[in-house]
């Protein structure tokens, strides 16, 4: 069963996401989250973008502050989605691209397209450790796998 928590708002699977990922296993992963966003490991959490309460890291995410500010769900609902002219949007969409080969554009497009449950299915089969197969952050945050120690490809 797919957790539609995890659908993110500009096309993020969440669960890759470093936070939610640090929340949810946390551990020593959590602690180095934290270290890296310079706050206490409490403050690493996240339920996903459909789920986001108040203590959520996502909350004060400036993508979610966007769409929350002009009463989208989506960032395909925003009329500069589709021009490319919203810089937040392009510069991490292209980012995400090259360092994982994640299209958060084609995602959308599938969300869109209401096939939500094939993505989410196929998006928690790309993002697990292939040893112990067990959930993992996209490539950003990770270069071995923090469940069973290997080394990771890139």
């Known amino acids: ?11 993020l699977f969440c669960g890759a996401c470093g936070i939610y990922r640090a ?11 934290a270290e890296f966003l310079k706050c ?6 996240c339920e996903g973008c459909q ?16 769409l929350n500010a002009k ?13 490319h002219a919203c ?14 080969g994640v299209d958060l554009r084609a995602n959308l497009a599938r969300i869109k397209a209401s096939k939500v449950d094939e993505w989410l299915k196929e998006s928690e089969e790309k993002f697990r450790c292939p040893h112990c197969n067990k ?8 270069k071995k ?3 069973c120690g290997k080394e990771l490809p890139r």
């Open 1 to 11: 069963m797919v957790n539609r928590n995890l659908v993110g708002r500009c096309g």
């Open 23 to 33: 929340h949810k296993d946390g551990g020593e992963y959590r602690q180095r989250v």
């Open 40 to 45: 206490p490991p409490e403050k690493v959490r």
């Open 51 to 66: 789920a986001l309460t108040p203590e959520c890291w996502g909350i004060e995410c400036d993508m979610i502050k966007c």
């Open 71 to 83: 009463g989208l769900q989506f960032c395909y609902e925003c009329p500069d989605f589709e021009k």
């Open 87 to 100: 810089e937040r949007f392009e510069k991490f969409s292209k980012e995400y691209l090259k360092d994982d």
């Open 135 to 142: 959930p993992l952050p996209t490539s950003s945050f990770r």
């Open 145 to 147: 796998c923090y469940h």
